[in-house]
């Protein structure tokens, strides 16, 4: 970014994350008590996820701990310029722009790379997977990568069996303190808030299709369920599915589902949840949401291929018209609908996430872990925990001598 920075933006967003750094008691206990051993002064970090408040926010704490930071969105469609001009004003690197086409967000993340980080915290492996085909040169300078998403977890996995995987990285989604809460109730409460404040309609009756049940989808079907709406759940793997239908949802492939949808939200973390050969089966004036990663899970091309005009009822919603007379409405472009078209998860839910990052990239710091994939440590997470409990003035009773002694002695 440029070092010219226009200044009522940039105020806009300092308002952004103050409002954040009051709200995050867990990041800002932990990250004061544990970061300030200066394990992060002087290390090059790189911060790829969602550009917006909260994530300028845990840069910002980064940076306060000693660590050389630079920032980029993983997203064009989620980036905020405002929150980018504040990051730039307190001298963060930032290479990020709202909106951006997919040449320039290519150009932001090797220009990231090309800073050399030692430590990334990253969304989808957008970073990471781009050092690792584009500058090989810097893999040996990485002394580890958190991930932040199930996506990038698979990618990860990927990497690891293809032998490219040459340094540790966390499963940060996978830490409790983050997909139990951020996946589910996360996910869940502002997806569905984004998609009523996108189309002023009332989630009251409505049929509504979650295309995938892994913790996001269970989030989105709660929700809407508690909201009022009824849930078809489609699902391809047998357990999850039967988890759906013990937890009181319909389940049915999507061909059975779409027909009688008022809103489609995809959830799998893949591609084409909504793909091409679906389009035929959507119900006249459906809604449409992503959910889940990028805009890979609905096939906007497909959607706009197959319509005869295509219009802007609303901000962030098209409408597209099919030559049968079928409405079909795109939210946010078919970008994630909660963070393209809201303002992403609620930032108490981000303080238990960021805390994740935050004590993950302190433990690359402080630890030297082989490389490949690894499960981020439950003493930490349990930290996270008792942090947020205790912030919220809840106390828990420890085990009795008798009650350890009997889980000592059964202990495997």
């Known amino acids: 970014m440029s070092t010219a920075v226009d200044t009522e933006l940039a105020d806009a967003g300092d308002q952004r994350i103050d409002w954040v750094a009051r709200h995050s008691p867990v990041l800002n206990r932990l990250t004061r008590e544990r970061l300030a051993?200066?394990?992060?002064?002087?290390?090059?970090?790189?911060?790829?996820?969602?550009?917006?408040?909260?994530?300028?926010?845990?840069?910002?704490?980064?940076?306060?701990?000693?660590?050389?930071?630079v920032a980029a969105g993983s997203n064009p469609g989620s980036t905020q310029d405002s929150v980018c001009a504040a990051l730039a004003r307190r001298d963060i690197e930032v290479h990020a722009r709202h909106g951006s086409p997919p040449e320039e967000f290519e150009r932001d993340l090797l220009a990231v790379a090309d800073t050399g980080p030692e430590l990334v915290v990253d969304d989808g492996l957008e970073l990471t997977a781009r050092i690792v085909e584009h500058r090989p040169d810097l893999v040996p300078g990485l002394r580890g990568v958190t991930e932040e998403t199930t996506t990038g977890i698979g990618r990860l996995r990927a990497l690891d069996a293809a032998g490219k995987l040459t340094f540790p990285a966390l499963r940060a989604n996978d830490a409790w303190c983050k997909h139990l809460f951020d996946n589910r109730f996360g996910t869940g409460q502002s997806t569905l808030a984004a998609i009523?404040?996108?189309?002023?309609?009332?989630?009251?009756?409505?049929?509504?299709?979650?295309?995938?049940?892994?913790?996001?989808?269970?989030?989105?079907a709660q929700y809407a369920s508690g909201l009022g709406a009824r849930v078809?759940?489609?699902?391809?793997?047998?357990?999850?599915?039967?988890?759906?239908v013990m937890e009181g949802h319909e389940v049915a492939p999507l061909a059975g589902a779409l027909p009688r949808a008022d809103v489609v939200i995809a959830a799998t973390g893949g591609v084409d949840a909504l793909p091409a050969a679906a389009l035929p089966f959507l119900r006249d004036g459906v809604l449409l949401a992503n959910a889940g990663h990028h805009d890979l899970e609905i096939d906007v091309h497909a959607l706009a291929g197959r319509a005869t005009s295509r219009t802007v009822p609303r901000p962030g919603v098209e409408t597209f018209t099919f030559d049968d007379g079928r409405r079909a409405h795109l939210l946010a472009g078919g970008s994630l609908v909660n963070i393209a078209g809201a303002d992403g998860h609620p930032v108490e839910i981000m303080d238990l996430s960021f805390s994740v990052q935050a004590l993950a990239v302190h433990h690359l710091a402080t630890n030297d872990l082989a490389p490949g994939v690894h499960a981020f440590p439950a003493e930490l997470d349990r930290e996270i925990a008792r942090t947020k409990l205790a912030t919220l003035g809840i106390e828990l009773d420890d085990l009795t001598p008798a009650q350890r002694a009997f889980h000592d002695e059964w202990a495997v």
């Open 196 to 220: 009523l404040r996108l189309t002023n309609t009332c989630a009251p009756g409505k049929l509504v299709c979650v295309v995938g049940y892994g913790w996001v989808g269970r989030g989105l």
């Open 37 to 69: 051993d200066g394990a992060l002064a002087g290390r090059r970090v790189a911060v790829v996820v969602h550009l917006e408040a909260k994530t300028a926010y845990l840069a910002l704490l980064l940076a306060e701990a000693g660590a050389e930071v």
């Open 232 to 244: 078809v759940v489609v699902e391809v793997d047998p357990v999850r599915a039967l988890e759906a």
